[in-house]
């Protein structure tokens, strides 16, 4: 079955770097754009990052020039390296599937919590 497994998130100062990853199974990888998503408490999920298997980026403006998205096809695995933290950033991150020419076939992670505070 499809899953998607992240990791990475945790505690963090204001100013500080983290990195997320999340690895995927029971996909053909290269078929999706992976993206990360985040939903702070009270707020509803937004999208962060996006890549295609070709490595085409979008971002979101609040986190352009700070957040850098990655991804190994060879490895199923897409990244986000997260820099100059904020506490406002304080979410659940999510990882996301979703086919690049069938939108509605789509798959989240089980997200990973990332706390930015001091």
């Known amino acids: 079955q499809v899953q998607l497994v992240e990791s990475g998130g945790g505690l963090v100062q204001p100013g500080g770097s983290l990195k997320l990853s999340c690895t995927a199974s029971?996909?053909?990888?290269?078929?999706?754009?992976m993206g990360w998503y985040r939903q702070a408490p009270g707020k509803q999920r937004e999208l962060v990052a996006s890549?295609?298997?070709?490595?085409?980026?979008n971002y979101a403006d609040s986190v352009k020039g700070r957040f850098t998205i990655s991804r190994d096809n060879a490895k199923n695995t897409v990244w986000l390296q997260m820099n100059s933290l904020k506490p406002e950033e304080t979410a659940v991150y999510y990882c996301?599937?979703?086919?690049?020419?069938?939108?509605?076939?789509?798959?989240w992670g089980q997200g990973t919590q990332v706390t930015v505070s001091s």
């Open positions: 029971g996909i053909t990888f290269s078929f999706y754009v």
């Open positions: 890549i295609t298997s070709g490595g085409i980026t």
């Open positions: 996301n599937a979703r086919h690049r020419t069938v939108a509605s076939i789509t798959d």
